[in-house]
């Protein structure tokens, strides 16, 4: 017979409440947070390890990566304060955050200190190296730098780019070749019309070039193309002042060595007792053009006849670099047949050689500084191109600024000597 047990109740009165871990919503609870067991101590350190073996392998790769090619280019300008505008080519490893950032293989532009030769700042202009760039001037404030872009105008204290469009150049010819400088009127631009304009120093804007000027400028810019490259330029006899000159003589018939001799209003005498072997006058190039009338017909028998001497038929007047601080610098080999070559600073008052530096070839363009600093580009001794800028302070002492290492970040690491 069927017995309804519904009414017996056969569960307990007062069951025992199920609990939930968050409560109630009238109260409410939270979970107690768990510690890190082993795997997220495991996911920790693999984690630890990765970024350490990604900063050993960054690291090693900075440290142990070839040192860099550098060629230093020609178009060399000077500050009122004393630096030197100084545009290179950089071509190596820089580290992988330096290639990451495409300074690895890059054109910059360094500011060198003349007086302290260190570097102030060394700011990348482009990362191809086919790409042109030239120093033309700098004031107080800022540096004019030519580019195949156009115009950049940067600030000397940090080497911002401050602009690269420079109000009345829109129609300025593309390429360096198309900029000069002129002391009196500051950069000096050809436009695709043959127009020429000037940008005075530490002004951002160009006018029109005063008459004097466009007729003094007339046919020495190119509205296309870059700027000659301009390679150092010797003589064995160079103006050293007014009415004087220096000039290498054979110390007797048919030696090999020679020695200084000046001459000016109070006669001839030798300078100094030196005697230099294959030796040349370093000659002043600072001035970026100029025009000469030279005798092609004696150039050409010049050539035929003594091809080491024919430069003094072409370039007839040169200033001996050096002269403007009362020296001249010999470039020469030590001994007949000796490997390389040495740069010699020779005081014009005693004939006492001052400094001298070894270079493994012949010297690159000199410039000389409106604070009588004068700049060589050189080839460093066991190095093959014109990397680095020798300096020669007024009081004949030399200084050599070197270009191209980086930091891991792609800042410049200064390795002045």
């Not at 690895?104 to 030769?117: E, N």
């Not at 005697?275 to 025009?291: K, N, S």
């Not at 050189?378 to 002492?397: E, K, N, Y």
């Amino acid at each position: 017979m069927f017995r309804d047990f519904r009414a017996a109740g056969p569960l307990p009165a007062h069951a025992q409440l199920v609990r939930s871990p968050y409560g109630t919503p009238e109260h409410p609870l939270e979970p107690k947070r768990r510690r890190g067991g082993f795997g997220g101590m495991m996911l920790g350190a693999t984690t630890a390890l990765t970024l350490g073996i990604g900063a050993v392998a960054i690291g090693g790769e900075y440290l142990t990566a070839p040192a860099p090619d550098v060629m230093l280019r020609t178009g060399i300008a000077f500050s009122a304060d004393g630096l030197a505008l100084v545009p290179y080519d950089r071509a190596g490893a820089g580290g992988l955050l330096a290639e990451l950032s495409s300074d690895a293989s890059a054109v910059r532009l360094a500011a060198v200190d003349l007086a302290s030769g260190e570097t102030r700042w060394d700011v990348q202009l482009a990362d191809e190296l086919d790409r042109d760039a030239a120093a033309v001037a700098a004031g107080a404030e800022y540096a004019y730098v030519a580019t195949a872009d156009g115009l950049q105008v940067r600030d000397l204290d940090d080497g911002a780019l401050v602009t690269g469009d420079v109000p009345g150049l829109e129609a300025v010819g593309s390429g360096t070749a198309a900029y000069g400088f002129d002391p009196a009127a500051g950069v000096v631009a050809l436009d695709v019309d043959g127009g020429l304009h000037t940008v005075a120093l530490d002004a951002l804007e160009a006018l029109p070039a005063d008459p004097a000027v466009a007729e003094a400028w007339r046919g020495r810019l190119a509205a296309e193309g870059d700027a000659p490259a301009l390679g150092g330029t010797t003589s064995t006899t160079a103006s050293v002042g007014e009415d004087a000159t220096v000039s290498l003589e054979p110390t007797a018939a048919g030696a090999l060595g020679a020695s200084l001799a000046v001459e000016d209003a109070a006669g001839r005498r030798t300078l100094g007792a030196g005697v230099y072997y294959e030796a040349a006058i370093v000659l002043d190039r600072t001035a970026a053009a100029a025009a000469w009338e030279i005798d092609v017909e004696g150039l050409i028998d010049g050539v035929l006849e003594d091809p080491a001497a024919a430069v003094d038929l072409a370039l007839p007047g040169g200033v001996a670099a050096g002269a403007a601080s009362g020296h001249v610098l010999v470039e020469h080999r030590t001994e007949p047949g000796a490997e390389g070559f040495t740069l010699t600073v020779v005081d014009l008052a005693t004939g006492r050689p001052t400094a001298s530096l070894a270079t493994a070839d012949r010297l690159g363009r000199s410039m000389t500084a409106p604070g009588g600093h004068t700049v060589v580009a050189a080839v460093p001794a066991g190095g093959v191109l014109l990397s680095d800028l020798v300096i020669v302070a007024p009081d004949g002492s030399v200084d050599r600024a070197v270009f191209g290492d980086l930091d891991l970040f792609g800042d410049p690491a200064d390795r002045n000597l």
